[in-house]
């Protein structure tokens, strides 16, 4: 599939409906965890994931209205079963690429220690070194100071819990980027799922990344705060104020009450 091929060009769907437009908006629910797909086995949450049976390709189905709804419920819509023009609104903002799942703290999805060991891969040529390694402490900084944790910046070498990576297309994880405007970035849960992958967060090279305040690009620390939720075991927040919220509008260097409750679920306070 190519760049943002799962992002339907136009609204106004009913059941019966066929065609190309349907499948985008098929390939789009499967992405997210709304319909069964390899993607949610890559990252862990197949069985928390909100799937419904398969639908039939390129036709608005009773499985693919079923779908639409819960990802209206899940963001927060009015649930009408149609892809009318404000869900097609929310499926068209950036986002983060980790599946909506049915259970924001997942049990089992956690470190088994509390010091948490990061390094870094390959970094943004967007922002100086010492600034984009300032903003990454900035963003671990946000549960630090809401948790029992404590984030340490190791080298390369030395067999680290979340290695940050800025990479574009497909990077090896098996959920290639999109280029710029859609997929902003994802992370793995803790181990034991992902493999070789859990913990990590990866971030996309075509995106342009800010620390400007309004922002001139995408805000760096809001999104890597936000996949680092995942780096520590919680999933997408159903809140729209919480940073685990996974549509991106803007900077938002805080946690809401719901992220909070969510961290200090998984480690204590």
Request: net charge negative.
């Amino acid at each position: 599939m190519q760049p943002k091929d799962y992002i339907p060009t136009s609204a106004g769907f009913q059941l019966g409906d066929e065609g190309g437009n349907v499948e985008r908006l098929q390939a789009y629910l499967m992405k997210y965890g709304y319909i069964e797909s390899p993607v949610l086995d890559t990252f862990g949450v197949k069985e928390e994931a909100m799937t419904i049976e398969a639908p039939t390709p390129g036709v608005y189905d009773e499985s693919t209205k079923k779908a639409v709804e819960r990802f209206q419920e899940f963001a927060g819509l009015a649930v009408t079963g149609r892809l009318d023009e404000e869900t097609l609104s929310m499926m068209e903002r950036p986002r983060c690429g980790f599946p909506d799942t049915a259970n924001f703290v997942v049990d089992g999805r956690k470190w088994d220690h509390t010091n948490i060991r990061y390094s870094f891969g390959e970094l943004s040529p967007d922002l100086p070194a010492n600034q984009l390694r300032q903003a990454i402490r900035d963003a671990f900084g946000l549960w630090e100071a809401a948790s029992s944790l404590t984030f340490q910046e190791v080298g390369a070498q030395d067999n680290a819990d979340i290695v940050i990576r800025f990479v574009a297309g497909e990077h090896g994880d098996g959920d290639g980027f999109d280029g710029a405007g859609h997929v902003l970035a994802h992370a793995f849960f803790p181990p034991p799922n992902a493999g070789n992958l859990a913990g990590d967060a990866h971030f996309d090279e075509d995106e342009t990344w800010s620390l400007d305040i309004p922002a001139s690009g995408t805000d760096l620390i809001t999104v890597a705060a936000h996949e680092f939720g995942h780096s520590l075991g919680l999933a997408h927040s159903q809140v729209e104020d919480a940073l685990m919220f996974p549509f991106y509008d803007g900077p938002n260097r805080r946690l809401h009450d719901d992220d909070v409750a969510g961290i200090r679920q998984l480690y204590g306070q």
